[in-house]
């Protein structure tokens, strides 16, 4: 099956400083790409979805300058906290698609924010 | 009242038992995923599903458009499948995007 990159699995970072996270897809060209969210417990929480060369589309009560998408080729998306809170500890998740409506995961990465 | 609801939420059986997850989603969907995201975080998808039934290995999908209901069989179940079980939807008109339902945290227990 197609395999989607997320990197770092897990980062520890100081308030205010930016965090970076990669989604890779390794063997396939996505057309577009989506961010989620998930606190502890709770299912995911769609934060935006990414189109290949496009601006990306903030799902109502996302801070599009707090968390930073880019989607610059068909295989990479990148998300960045910017000046990161402890209040934005959490478990991100990428997925990526390029036949709807199949998306596939990338393993996450959990933030914590000291 | 969530387009997607799941139960049971939570589901803890003993090895080797027949196990059974059920979706009910309120919208016209184009397709249905079941989603497995075990404890380290990550998210497997087991099956897409638009009609009928899908079985790979002990895991059986089935799907009534009409009934709007899904459910996600397991047979002989083991420790290994222990996990949260996701069902989402596409709905008609969202393309790609996802609807998600609450999970359902599985345990079994040797």
């Known amino acids: 099956g197609a395999v989607v990159s997320q990197h770092p699995s897990r980062v520890i970072c100081k308030s205010g400083t930016s965090v970076k996270i990669e989604c890779r897809s390794l063997d396939f060209q996505a057309t577009t790409m989506f961010w989620y969210r998930q606190f502890p417990k709770q299912s995911l929480m769609l934060m935006a979805t990414s189109n290949e060369g496009s601006k990306a589309t903030y799902e109502q009560g996302v801070e599009k300058d707090k968390f930073l998408i880019n989607h610059a080729s068909l295989t990479l998306s990148t998300l960045t906290v910017t000046s990161a809170h402890p209040e934005d500890s959490s478990f991100y998740i990428c997925?990526?698609?390029?036949?709807?409506?199949?998306?596939?995961f990338g393993a996450g990465t959990r933030l914590s924010v000291l | 009242k969530n387009e997607v609801e799941q139960s049971p939420q939570n589901l803890t059986a003993q090895e080797g038992e027949f196990i059974t997850i059920n979706c009910s989603y309120s919208?016209?969907?184009?397709?249905l995923h079941w989603l497995q995201q075990h404890p380290g975080g990550g998210i497997v998808s087991l099956f897409m599903?638009?009609?009928g039934k899908k079985k790979h290995g002990r895991l059986i999908a089935t799907i009534n458009i009409q009934e709007k209901h899904s459910s996600l069989h397991i047979t002989a179940s083991h420790p290994r499948d222990s996990a949260v079980y996701i069902c989402?939807?596409?709905?008609?008109?969202?393309?790609?995007?996802?609807?998600f339902g609450e999970g359902t945290q599985l345990t079994v227990n040797p």
């Open positions: 599903l638009s009609s």
């Open positions: 919208v016209g969907i184009s397709a």
């Open positions: 989402a939807v596409n709905g008609e008109t969202s393309g790609s995007r996802l609807t």
């Open positions: 997925s990526a698609s390029a036949q709807p409506p199949i998306q596939y």
